[in-house]
Each structure stands twice: as structure tokens, then as C-alpha cells.
């Protein structure tokens, strides 16, 4: 599939601009549990999924970048210097510019960019665009970095320019991603342990098809909230608290519920790892739905739709756990089923979720796949 894809943006590329360019490909992600924890520097346990941004890059000799998205067929010329559209170009205008931030001056390059990862669905198709437009961006200035750097850079990209005040997660698991392996993040060190995926479980992606809109606010507004909790708390994070901190005298009740989303859910993702380790595929399912349940009561991240799709998902025959994935407000939910059974099961999700809100639902079976890198051939 990459292949063809790497076809796709090739010929595109040298019809448009001529040469034969270089090509990065950088993957979407889910999320199997550890949701609004890492702006609190908290734990994670994401993974790279197949599903990729490709940028094909040819070093045009000017002082221009020019940036085409083949999918939406529109071409951009990148300002000099970051002004903010609404649009994709400051994804990669935001990208430039963090690169310059971090001294890196990227010289003038056409870039094509193309890719399958679904957007608006939660998984999170912006980190796959900054970080192969990154690569591509640092092979055109040939400076290598780290991972984790490639990782600090998109997010600030993502924070300071596109406008999302996102966490670590999504740029770090999309250029560190390992194939077959979740990654269990501590996003304070930024260390990380691999967890294995064994292979009789399928991950199904459930897209509710209601987008959320992270810029609009809400994802802002959770994570003043967990601010704000902190701060009363007088921790700098909520990675600091525990349950016994959480006092009722000190917190207001919307606080409460925050802090207390962000202490279990980091207990959970330790759970989680625990048991996927020991093949406890049961425990790992019933910690999903237990995540899903805080982001419903305590986070105020899920809506009607992805909560009747969550509940149906781990109501259904060889699902082990469903939750609602990535920021939330809509978006996708993720089940955690047997493989065997994963076929039946997303069209018995499907049926039912289109009997109880008249809404087709697209699904995706994932695999986990390696994280950026160059693919040109
Ligand atoms: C978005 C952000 C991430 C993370 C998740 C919620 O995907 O980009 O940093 O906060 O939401 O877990």
C-alpha cells in the first residue's frame, strides 16, 4: 500500500515540478489507553498504525518552498515568515518555522504531499503531516536529528503554530513507532518500554463519523482545567497527585473530576502494560472500558456517539474492551478484539450503531506498524 502511495506522489511530484524527488513517509497512530495524560506529563500507551502521510521533497534551488496537497489538489507557497491561515499549509508553515526556532534553516524545496490516514477520526493525521513534512524538511537542510528531538519539534509546531496546545504523544509514537509493539511513554523522561502485541489480537477502529474540532477550545479548556488543578494542588502537574491529594476542600467539584480522570488513567496504562505483558488480554479489554467511562464522567471528552458506540463495541461478541481514542469530542472509538473475531464483530458494531443513531460508522482494522523514516526507492 505504502508503495503504491510512493507511486502516486512520485509522478505526481515530477509532473508538477519535474525531477525525482526524496521520499518520508510518517504513520497515524491509536492509542490503546493513557487519553489526556501527557500535557500532564503522565503515561501513555500508544502505537503506530499503518496508515501513512507520504512527503515526496526536491531542493528547488530558489528561497521558496512550495507545498501541494495532492489530495485537496491545492498548492501553497510557504510566507517567509509564519502567518496563521486556519488551513494545512501552517502545518507545514508551522513546521518550518519550529525548525527555525531550533536554528535549522530549511532551504527553498517543492514539496507533494499525500497520505490515507483518516482525518478528524483520532488518529491523528496532523502528527503524521508534521513529522514526514519535518523529515523532509531536514533532509532538504541535511541536518539529522533524534527521534525524540524530530518529536519536541512537531509538537511546538503543533502548540505554538497550528494553534493545538496537543501533548507529546502523537508526534513521538509517529517518528518512534516500532512494528507489532505498543509503546508504554512515561511523557515526563520521555522514556519508553516496549510492549509487545500479541498476534491474536486486532485493533478495529470505529469512526462515529462526529468530528471534533480540537482548535475550537475544548481540548484547551481540559487542559487549563488540569492546570488550574494542579496549581491548587500546589504540584506543577497532575503526574504528581495521587488519590489521597485529591481533597474536596481544595478542588471544586469540575477540578475533582479532572484530577481524578488524570490519577487513574495513569494507573491504568501501568495496569494495562502489566497485563498485556502477562497475555491478560480480558484485564487489558476491561481497563479500556474503565478509560472510556473517566473520559465520559470525569473528562467531559466523549458526546452521545462515541459513548453508544463504545458501549456497544464492548458489549459485542469477541471484544475484549472499547474506548473512545485521541482528544475526543467524536472521533473514533477502539476496540481491542480477538482476531479471529474482528471481521463479525465490526459488522455487528456497525448494524447496531446505525440502528441506534441512523449513522453509517466507518471502520479500520489497524496494524501496528514502524514509526518515520525515508522510503524513497
Ligand atoms: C490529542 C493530542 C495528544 C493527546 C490526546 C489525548 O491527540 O494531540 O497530545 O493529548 O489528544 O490523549
Redo the contacts with the bound molecule.
Keep these: 500500500m505504502i508503495a503504491q502511495t510512493e507511486d502516486v506522489v512520485v509522478q505526481a511530484f515530477t509532473s508538477r515540478f519535474g525531477g525525482r524527488p526524496r521520499v518520508f513517509a510518517a504513520p497515524g497512530r491509536i492509542?490503546i489507553i493513557?487519553?489526556?495524560?501527557?500535557?500532564s506529563e503522565g503515561l501513555?500507551m500508544p502505537a503506530a498504525i499503518d496508515r501513512f502521510c507520504l512527503v515526496a521533497m526536491a531542493r528547488n534551488g530558489s528561497d521558496t518552498i512550495r507545498a501541494m496537497a495532492l489530495g485537496r489538489q491545492e498548492e501553497a507557497e510557504i510566507a517567509p515568515s509564519f502567518v496563521r491561515s486556519g488551513s494545512w499549509v501552517d502545518y507545514v508553515s508551522g513546521v518550518r518555522q519550529s525548525l527555525r526556532d531550533a536554528g535549522i534553516e530549511v532551504p527553498g524545496c517543492d514539496l507533494v504531499i499525500h497520505g490515507n490516514v483518516p482525518e478528524g477520526a483520532?488518529v491523528?493525521s496532523?502528527?503524521a503531516l508534521e513529522i514526514s513534512t519535518m523529515l523532509a524538511m531536514l533532509a532538504c537542510a541535511g541536518v539529522t536529528a533524534s527521534p525524540v528531538e524530530i518529536a519536541l519539534w512537531a509538537q511546538s509546531a503543533?502548540a505554538k503554530y497550528v494553534g493545538?496546545p496537543?501533548?507529546?504523544?502523537?508526534q513521538f509514537i509517529s517518528a518512534n513507532g516500532i512494528a507489532g509493539h505498543a509503546l508504554v511513554l512515561d511523557c515526563r523522561s520521555l522514556t519508553y518500554e516496549r510492549a509487545p502485541v500479541p498476534p491474536n489480537v486486532a485493533f478495529l477502529l470505529i469512526d462515529s463519523t462526529v468530528r471534533h474540532r480540537?482548535v475550537d477550545g475544548g481540548?484547551a479548556a481540559r487542559r487549563a482545567d488540569c492546570e488550574t488543578a494542579a496549581e491548587q494542588l500546589g504540584l506543577r502537574v497532575l503526574r504528581d497527585a495521587s488519590h489521597a491529594m485529591l481533597d474536596k476542600s481544595i478542588l471544586s467539584e469540575r477540578q475533582m473530576r479532572r484530577a481524578r480522570h488524570v490519577v487513574s488513567e495513569n494507573e491504568r496504562v501501568v495496569m494495562a502494560a502489566q497485563a498485556l505483558a502477562a497475555g491478560d488480554l480480558s484485564k487489558v479489554g476491561c481497563l479500556m472500558n474503565e478509560s472510556h467511562a473517566s473520559l465520559r464522567d470525569d473528562f467531559d471528552v466523549t458526546c452521545r456517539e462515541t459513548d453508544i458506540l463504545a458501549d456497544i463495541a464492548s458489549q459485542t461478541s469477541g471484544v475484549y474492551g472499547a474506548r473512545q481514542m485521541?482528544?475526543?469530542f467524536g472521533g473514533a472509538v477502539l476496540a481491542f478484539v480477538d482476531a479471529g473475531a474482528v471481521a463479525t464483530a465490526s459488522g455487528t458494531i456497525r448494524d447496531a450503531y446505525r440502528v441506534q443513531t441512523g449513522i453509517l460508522a466507518n471502520s479500520l482494522v489497524c496494524r501496528i506498524a514502524d514509526g518515520a523514516c525515508e522510503i524513497t526507492s
Excluded: I
Aim: proline share 0%.
Design positions: 492509542n493513557g487519553e489526556h495524560t501527557d500535557y501513555v483520532g491523528s496532523s502528527a503543533e493545538v496537543c501533548g507529546v504523544m502523537d480540537l481540548y485521541g482528544g475526543g
